[in-house]
């Protein structure tokens, strides 16, 4: 299909062009006002998208040229890139069409369908015992060590994202219905306001490294012990990096099984341990089923048990 028709058949004028500048792309991410991290991965989109067309010498692209990007994606990325890198296409085009700046030929494109089980495994509670047994192991290496174990066991009970935990701040944790609870910023949100009671072992663990940190209030919760960026703010690839590595040095090394396994790990065994699923949704964040916690006020997420019945059951398993 010409360019010059889609344009003229959009009501846009027919000398048409791909805005590929970037000045025109910056306005497209100020005109969508995106939290940092969907910006990043709409550019990284963006940019695989450009470099296709300048491969294949397209300048002006009609909506054949995204289904053979399509086919071109579905040949060499995952699934769940996929979708990423179609969304962020379909919002471009849309944007251009909305500025006047160019047809919308992404409207009707669709990403291919996938499984809706998890990419990732879970620990069995006898994994999750022995990787927090080999964290505290090195609880005797000194900061390196506590802020490990204290992650390694936040992350087990509480099922934290990776980018979670990077977020926190040690002013984000305190007492709720008697207990200490870390609040932390969930996906999407734009402010720490999701709970983590924190159980009594997790807690300590905390506590432990932040003494020994002499760390002060107004600090990120854990930090850098790199040469490069010690003591600025552990990013969420860091701690990623930190517990694959941990998973490593367990005997347990598979590409299914990632830092955000411990996630998947603390709701298998949160639901597994008898909590209802109400419950369970909530302990964990969800926000596609934070609708039916609307219509059920009877579960307080500050009094429920998710935390301290995983912890249990990791404590309690053989390996």
């Known amino acids: 299909m010409d360019t010059s028709i889609t344009a003229a058949a959009a009501g846009l004028p027919a000398t048409a062009h791909f805005p590929s500048e970037p000045d025109k792309v910056r306005s497209f991410f100020d ?19 450009f470099s296709w067309l300048t491969e294949n010498g397209i300048k002006n692209p009609t909506d054949s040229h995204i289904r053979a990007y399509k086919k071109h994606l579905m040949a060499t990325v995952k699934p769940g890139s996929v979708h990423l890198y ?25 990403a291919p369908r996938t499984g809706r089980s998890h990419s990732r495994d879970s620990l069995t509670p006898g994994q999750a015992h022995l990787v927090l047994d080999t964290a505290k192991a090195h609880e005797r290496d000194g900061l390196s060590g506590l802020k490990l174990y204290a ?41 720490a306001d999701r709970p983590i009671n924190l159980t009594e072992e997790a807690d300590a663990a905390i506590r432990a490294y932040l003494t020994a940190r002499r760390a002060k209030p107004d600090e990120p919760l854990f930090t850098s012990d790199s ?12 701690v990623s990096r930190t517990i694959k590595g941990l998973f490593r040095e367990c005997g347990i090394d598979s590409p299914r099984l990632t830092a955000h396994s411990t996630r998947h790990t603390a709701a298998t065994i949160a639901s597994q341990s008898g909590n209802v699923i109400e419950d369970v949704s909530c302990f964990l964040g969800h926000a596609d089923l934070s609708t039916t916690m609307i219509y059920d006020h009877a579960v307080s997420r500050t009094t429920s048990k998710c935390e301290q019945s995983v912890q249990n059951a990791i404590f309690s398993a053989r390996y």
């Open 31 to 49: 005109f969508l006002d995106a939290a940092p991290t969907t910006e990043r991965n709409y550019t990284k989109a963006l940019k695989r998208f």
């Open 86 to 110: 179609l969304t962020a296409l379909r919002l471009f085009f849309r944007w251009t069409f909305d500025q006047r700046l160019y047809p919308n030929i992404a409207d009707h494109i669709k």
């Open 151 to 191: 992650i390694a066991l936040l992350m087990l009970t509480g099922g934290p994202r990776c980018i979670e935990v990077s977020r926190a701040n040690i002013a984000d944790i305190r007492q709720a219905d008697g207990h200490r609870v870390l609040y932390v910023q969930g996906k999407g949100h734009a402010e």
């Open 227 to 238: 040469n490069n960026n010690r003591g600025e703010r552990m990013t969420s690839d860091a």
